[in-house]
């Protein structure tokens, strides 16, 4: 099992835990202010300044234990990304890996066969640019290479914040479609990313648009994290419902919201400017934009990252699809192995790739 998944399992269940938990002390509690109203009413004016102190106290720690739960998660990821960096090795594929001269590592995924690749998949993985690239994106990439005879997947092993911060992802992204070109057309690549590896993918179609004025053949992202000012109302809206990064119990607040900003979760924008299209690609140029598929799940924090950039991709009249799924969470999608939801979307990335190959 991934470690994506085993994540996302623990924050379903803590998710219906504090919920369960909350709806029970809900109905205590009712039942508690009842009986102190009748008995507690004389006491009450000596001990509000008492609670008062008490409120800003809680306040304190609790803004201080959302900082350390953001920060922890953080060190958890890098923690057990190194159990799953070990190839998973498919009979009738092909692991290649390499480097460039400039030393960005990446890694090609092709069916065994004497037919040369005609055809790119260009993914960019997620994780908050905080870990490198895990063997799940092997196991996600096996079947695309079904698709065509001629087609292999690329695969960027990017180096990760917070050592390495913004432009050096971005940069590193550029330095292997330059790869990638020596020996295709930009019609014959398809880019491909999730979550901050989404966030790279869009980010790198503007720097290609701006610098070399080309572009892939068609692009597909799934939970793209396209807003790092988060002005989202999805964040506010959803952060009860986002089981991998809200909490069930406690809505969000301004002061939340600044605090996890300024959590190792953000440590990859380093000083840069939030609103740089390279950062941020919802406040980019969309003038023109490639034939594009969007997938979010409707419960995700993320949910107006993908919606406000999809609609931009509209306005300017370029073709775009979203798939906006009732109930599920960030990069659903990637789960084929678990959810009948996942499967369906996979086999419409296959069918968009196959398509836009046409």
């Known amino acids: 099992m991934d470690l994506s998944m085993n994540v996302s399992n623990v924050y379903r269940q803590i998710y219906l835990y504090n919920n369960n938990n909350n709806n029970n002390n809900n109905n205590n509690n009712n039942n508690n202010n009842n009986n102190n109203n009748n008995n507690n009413n004389n006491n009450n004016n ?45 009979e009738g594929y092909s692991i290649i890996r390499k480097e460039t001269e400039k030393k960005v590592k990446y890694v090609i995924i092709k069916k065994d066969s004497n037919k040369p690749s005609k055809k790119i998949i260009y993914y960019l993985h997620g994780g908050a640019y905080l870990i490198r690239l895990t063997n799940m994106y092997q196991t996600f990439s096996y079947p695309l290479c079904d698709i065509r005879d001629d087609i292999e997947v690329v695969l960027l092993d990017y180096d990760p914040a917070p050592e390495q911060k913004y432009p050096s992802q971005l940069n590193q992204a550029m330095e292997i479609w330059n790869e990638i070109t020596k020996e295709h057309k930009p019609e014959d690549i398809i880019i491909g990313g999730d979550s901050s ?49 809200g909490e069930a119990n406690e809505p969000l607040t301004k002061e939340k919201e600044n605090i996890i900003q300024h959590s190792d979760l953000f440590c990859f924008t380093g000083d840069a400017d939030r609103k740089d299209p390279y950062i941020s690609p919802l406040f980019g140029d969309f003038t023109t934009f490639p034939r594009s ?39 659903y999608p990637m789960y084929i192995s678990y959810l009948p939801e996942s499967r369906e979307a996979y086999e419409k990335i296959k069918e968009f ?6």
């Open 197 to 245: 590896g989404g966030n790279l993918g869009l980010a790198l179609i503007h720097k290609l648009k701006n610098e070399q004025n080309v572009s892939p053949k068609a692009c597909f992202f799934l939970s793209p994290w396209t807003d790092m000012t988060c002005s989202g109302e999805s964040y506010y809206t959803n952060y009860q419902k986002d089981i991998q990064s």
């Open 46 to 90: 000596n001990n509000n300044n008492n609670n008062n102190n008490n409120n800003n106290n809680n306040n304190n720690n609790n803004n201080n234990n959302i900082k350390k739960k953001k920060n922890d998660l953080v060190q958890t990821f890098r923690n057990a990304n190194e159990k799953f960096l070990k190839d998973v090795i498919k």
């Open 293 to 331: 598929l969007f997938f979010v799940g409707s419960e995700e924090m993320l949910l107006d990252d993908t919606l406000k950039i999809v609609e931009k991709i509209k306005e300017k009249g370029n073709e775009v699809e979203l798939v906006n799924k009732e109930g599920m969470f960030h990069i």
């Open 353 to 358: 790739i196959a398509d836009s190959f046409k």
